[in-house]
């Protein structure tokens, strides 16, 4: 028997023809999930696509990844559509995905995720915005379903834990076609009554149960809530939008009733420690007055208060003693003074100071006089001005000039005719 042996590279062209050939695997459309995730860095995808009992190779060129609005990831489910066949190289088949999108709760996730971060970015969760929640509320609203386990939890909890609080029941559609419009009206509701703090919430779910909580104009009107809002959504693992703009985040609707109010067996706990510290403190005050008042009753004063006047007796003689001394002191030093000015020979002959007084006045008049320029007129002399300025230099004044001439009796006004130097006539 003539036995004809073929090569690896033939026979998986041979298998690789028959699935281009089948119609069934020219166009699939797969479901699962993404694991063994690699973005190559010319843009393509790869990855395995796997459910609970089978896994798929799966190749996304870059020309069709361009094409997705998400980043995918491993764990996502997501939605494929493409063809499969056989990598020749290897012999393994695989699908090439032409087409790619989340799966149902996926979707709803990246747009949670979109919203949460167009929020956070104006500011919408800020601590600064947080607004603080009353310790000891007097009337409660609470938004959620009319029915269910949310609102007897809340209320019952409320009523055992602080049962002098009033609740007040704004009922709203909490899932479905219509929710998150009713928790909105109710919410604007709610901002008209005389309110402390607002619950709004509801039990658990899957994420399209709780989807309400992510909507948009659910995350602005808690936002624009006058009252501080607690919200309670799901299970403690459950995080929606609500959550982050809240004031506060509870893990569960009970929890929201315990952190909105206190417990009165504690605060009956606090008051009654209060009340003994309060006590204690009015009885130390009392043993330390008490103290002081024996102290003071049995103090050498008031026991003996003689004594007292008499050491104030003694220190005021003390001081009458000192000032005495020193007016006498002070006497004495100004009889010093006077003796010694009596005792000088001006002050017992002021005739001799007086005489010395003018003859010194005398001498100083003389010298006056035999300065004075004026006593020169009563010699002949006299005295030439021109301008206000005495003339004692030829060369000060020309002829015709008008100069003053003053004498012992009065002054006469002249014109220069002719000026003469001392050697000759100009």
Partial sequence: MDIKYVTISDINRYIKAKFDMDNHLGRVYLKGEISNFKHHTRGHLYFTLKDEASRLAAVMFASSAKNIN??????????????????????????????M??????NLYLEYEKLKKKLDSEGLFAKEHKRPIPKYPKKIGIITAPTGAAIRDILSTIKRRYPICETILFPALVQGVGAKESIVKQLNRAQEYDLDVIICGRGGGSIEDLWAFNEEIVARAIYESKIPVISAVGHEIDFTIADYVADLRAPTPTGAAEMAVPNLVDLNNLLEQYKIRC???????????ELR?????????????????AIKE???????????????????????????????????????LLEKKKNNFNILLKTIEVLNPMKLLDSGYSIVKFNDKVINDINLVNENDLIDISL???????????????NGKE
Avoid: C, H, W
């Fill in 408 to 422: 012992k009796n009065g002054s006469i006004k002249a014109k220069v005719v002719e000026r003469k130097v001392k």
């Fill in 70 to 99: 998400f980043e995918p990831e491993d764990g996502m489910k997501v939605l494929v559509s493409g063809r499969v066949t056989v990598y020749e190289a290897t012999g393994s088949y695989q699908i090439y995905v032409d087409e």
């Fill in 279 to 289: 006590n204690e403190g009015i009885s130390n005050i009392l043993k330390k007055n």
């Fill in 314 to 352: 003694q220190k005021l003689d003390n001081l009458i003693d000192t000032l005495n001394k020193y007016i006498i002191n002070k006497i004495n030093n100004s009889k010093l003074v006077y003796e010694k000015i009596v005792s000088n020979n001006i002050l017992r002959n002021p005739n001799v």
């Fill in 293 to 309: 008042l024996n102290n003071v009753t049995s103090s050498f004063v008031l026991k003996n208060p003689l004594n007292l006047y």
């Fill in 101 to 106: 999108q989340l799966d149902g709760i996926g």
